[in-house]
């Protein structure tokens, strides 16, 4: 599950503010163009002909399928002056990648230290094997036994015990028995991963139906260690891509859908940060990345506009 559209520079993914929030909010709010963006969202919508949508790997395949190539996705190098601490970790970090998508979050963070492993998700398994074939095969990073990727949605799925089982949860038992589900790199181990000390959400939660939002928090904070932190990067509210959507594709307050049957939830701050306090977690960052990015092809600015915070497990 992965987002973010184009870039003119590298430099125009760092956490800036090339304008204020508050300004394009008055531009937006003022504009009878995009009044039905403002609107409350009926209870009820759609009729009994209304066919359901596509089941979100199959959605996400679709979407990935189209996107394959071209510079829709780069490597997110950005991320490691966003999120110093995947840098400044203590040895043998370990990361989940929360919706790796191509991976184009995975690669920086396996380069960034040769002793960090990332375990990702994805809910598409063609998607998931696209992006280890991606990661395994870029040069300059070392991926043997630093890299395990996974099949798991997380907006429906308890994540494996082999990350953190419920034995090592509980300070009064024992550990857990070997089962034949654990991966391959755990079967000398007769227990988990102990937790992880990074996870990272990047352009994931958006993707993810709004009322499952907090149950998916609370699962990721479940294989977090005590001390760990969530870095989370998501669609901020009018940011550019947003007011391109059309009334009919409103599938809730401030939620839409693409026409592959992929959901985009756009964030304020203060969404985000009841989300995240509702889960159980501490808030240490947080705050909007306006960005002026330009089509070079069609001369035309456009604003984007992210939700970037820092999230700590108690």
Known sequence: MEGGGERAAEAEEYHCHDFEWEDLRAEVEANPAFSYHLSPFPTTVGTPETPPPPPPSEAWTSFHRRHTCGKFFKERRYLLKEFPELLNSKDSAKVLEVGCGNGSTVVPILRSSPSTTVYACDCSKETLEKANEIVCSTKGVEVKDRFHPFLLDASKETFPDWLFCKSC?????????????????????????????????????????????????????SVLKPGGLVLFRDYGLYDMTMLRFLPHQRVGFREYMRSDGTLSYFFTLDTVRELFHASGLLELELGYCCVISVNRKKGKKMQRVWVHGKFQKP
């Open 169 to 221: 949860r509980s300070p009064c038992s024992s550990n857990c028995n070997m089962i034949e589900e654990y991966p391959a790199f755990l079967r000398d181990n007769p227990c988990c991963v102990d937790g992880v000390d990074f996870i990272t959400m990047i352009f994931t939660l958006s993707a993810i139906p709004f009322d499952n939002m907090l149950a998916t928090l609370e699962r990721c904070v």
